[in-house]
């Protein structure tokens, strides 16, 4: 059993296009992230969600939209792509008790834009 | 200034020589500490968690040390299996709720 996982695992799309990122736990979990792994391999947070609620927005784009149908679920919206968008994106989720709050990621979906 | 520094940037060891990763961070207010390991191609896999000064954790050939500024990965006898990225994280009170701040990671390779 794939505790977080992510489709597509690749995706490769032309500038200007609009694309979503899919993400399902089935950890139970009550929080879920996207996270952007840049070409240096850096890991930063994009977006939260905590029972259906945004809690971190960091400075990302607005072309950049989370969606989360329900607690299981966090889906990454991207419209109007740009060549700098080609990544990595990880999705994530976590417990958030207080002596649990590691965070699994799934395998990742790698993003390019030609 | 980065608040999650990983040193070094890349490591080669002989398989059975032991060494040592650091992670310094500059951030108040610390939640905890994390471990992670990242193969190529995949996502990062949870190591350890440290939440104070003083607290060990081991697993396998691994051991996480913390202190106020820093901690170690010590890693003894390492096999070419060990080879991979390790990344530290940080979850601080100034942050975002449970928010997880990496540094860049230390990419180790063992040689057989």
């Known amino acids: 059993d794939t505790a977080v996982s992510q489709t597509p695992k690749y995706l490769v799309t032309q500038m200007g296009n609009d694309k979503s990122i899919k993400c399902e736990q089935n950890?139970?979990?009550?929080?879920m992230y996207w996270y952007k792994q840049d070409s240096k391999k850096f890991l930063k947070i994009m977006f939260s969600?905590?029972?259906?609620?945004?809690?971190i927005n960091e400075t990302v784009p607005n072309r950049f939209s989370p969606k989360s149908p329900d607690k299981a679920h966090l889906n990454l919206h991207i419209n109007s792509l740009e060549l700098g968008d080609s990544a990595v994106y990880f999705c994530?989720?976590?417990?958030?008790?207080?002596?649990?709050?590691?965070?699994?990621f799934g395998q990742g979906t790698r993003l390019t834009v030609v | 200034e980065d608040q999650v520094t990983q040193s070094p940037e890349a490591l080669r060891l002989q398989e059975g020589e032991s060494s040592s990763l650091n992670c310094s961070y500059t951030?108040?207010?610390?939640?905890?500490l994390f471990w992670y390991r990242q193969d190529p191609g995949k996502g990062p896999e949870f190591l350890f968690t440290?939440?104070?000064a003083g607290e060990e954790k081991e697993k396998e050939r691994l051991k996480a040390t913390l202190t106020k500024k820093e901690s170690f990965l010590h890693i003894t006898a390492p096999k070419p299996e060990d080879s991979a990225t390790y990344l530290c994280?940080?979850?601080?009170?100034?942050?975002?709720?449970?928010?997880?701040?990496f540094g860049k990671g230390t990419k180790l390779s063992v040689i057989p």
């Open positions: 994530a989720s976590s417990q958030d008790e207080q002596e649990n709050t590691e965070a699994f």
């Open positions: 950890l139970g979990h009550d929080t």
């Open positions: 969600y905590n029972n259906k609620e945004l809690i």
């Open positions: 951030v108040s207010g610390l939640r905890g």
């Open positions: 440290l939440y104070s």
């Open positions: 994280a940080v979850d601080y009170s100034g942050a975002g709720s449970y928010q997880l701040t």
